[in-house]
């Protein structure tokens, strides 16, 4: 019938809007820990770059270092490469210890300048990924915040078509008070009524017991 049908629909809506619920708390959920995420993502991104920026720093100290190195072994060398400071040996003796001299701070200053180029590109690496993730949790918010606000627009509309059906029984109940009330007047009237017959009052009779069992 009509009005099981309508109340059928009614719990239906209901339902949904728990659903809607549920599924609220846990986008709110979501949404707060990808806050947090972002958070904590963002105090990593930073750390980084300040570690880049250090190890640049190292870097470029370093480069100078060596550069100045050089320049000092090209002056006591009175040349310009390092074959004109062996070639200024005394002796054998001083040929072989200047010889491992320079093959000690070559070593050394390839290795510094390759140990920090290695972190710089390790940091580098874990920036950009830092950068990736920070990405895919904003994009995961923003989807998570669009999809909250649909949820919100979809209850919302569940709640209104509740509200009117709520609105609608309130004036069915008006209307089937109205017309009992009007049912029961005539069936007194009948009943009191010198000129009814007994069919009439039996009929009236019955009409008075079908509204009291309908409100039992």
């Given at each position: 019938?009509?009005?099981?049908?309508?109340?059928?629909?009614?719990?239906n809506t209901t339902k949904q809007i728990t659903d809607s619920n549920t599924q609220t708390e846990n986008l709110n959920k979501s949404i707060q820990k990808s806050t947090i995420d972002i958070t904590e993502?963002?105090?990593?991104?930073?750390?980084?770059?300040?570690?880049?920026?250090?190890?640049?720093?190292?870097?470029?100290?370093?480069?100078?270092?060596?550069?100045?190195?050089?320049?000092?072994?090209?002056?006591?060398?009175?040349?310009?490469?390092?074959?004109?400071?062996?070639?200024?040996?005394?002796?054998?003796?001083?040929?072989?210890?200047?010889?491992?001299?320079?093959?000690?701070?070559?070593?050394?200053?390839?290795?510094?300048?390759?140990?920090?180029?290695?972190?710089?590109?390790?940091?580098?690496?874990?920036?950009?990924?830092?950068?990736?993730?920070?990405?895919?949790?904003?994009?995961?918010?923003?989807?998570?915040?669009?999809?909250?606000?649909?949820?919100?627009?979809?209850?919302?509309?569940?709640?209104?078509?509740?509200?009117?059906?709520?609105?609608?029984?309130?004036?069915?109940?008006?209307?089937?008070?109205?017309?009992?009330?009007?049912?029961?007047?005539?069936?007194?009237?009948?009943?009191?009524?010198?000129?009814?017959?007994?069919?009439?009052?039996?009929?009236?009779?019955?009409?008075?017991?079908?509204?009291?069992?309908?409100?039992?």
């Amino acid at each position: 019938s009509f009005p099981t049908r309508r109340s059928s629909i009614l719990i239906n809506t209901t339902k949904q809007i728990t659903d809607s619920n549920t599924q609220t708390e846990n986008l709110n959920k979501s949404i707060q820990k990808s806050t947090i995420d972002i958070t904590e993502c963002e105090k990593k991104i930073a750390a980084s770059k300040i570690q880049i920026q250090q190890i640049t720093k190292k870097v470029d100290s370093s480069q100078i270092l060596v550069n100045k190195r050089l320049r000092q072994m090209y002056m006591s060398g009175n040349g310009d490469d390092y074959v004109v400071i062996l070639l200024t040996a005394k002796n054998v003796s001083d040929f072989f210890v200047k010889s491992e001299a320079l093959k000690s701070v070559i070593f050394f200053d390839k290795k510094l300048m390759g140990d920090l180029e290695t972190k710089r590109k390790i940091q580098n690496q874990s920036m950009s990924n830092l950068n990736t993730e920070n990405d895919q949790l904003q994009q995961l918010k923003n989807s998570n915040v669009a999809s909250l606000q649909q949820l919100n627009d979809k209850k919302k509309n569940l709640q209104d078509l509740i509200k009117k059906f709520n609105q609608e029984k309130e004036t069915a109940a008006l209307i089937i008070k109205e017309n009992e009330e009007n049912l029961v007047a005539h069936a007194f009237s009948v009943i009191n009524s010198q000129s009814s017959t007994s069919s009439d009052i039996k009929d009236s009779v019955d009409t008075l017991k079908k509204i009291g069992r309908a409100h039992v």
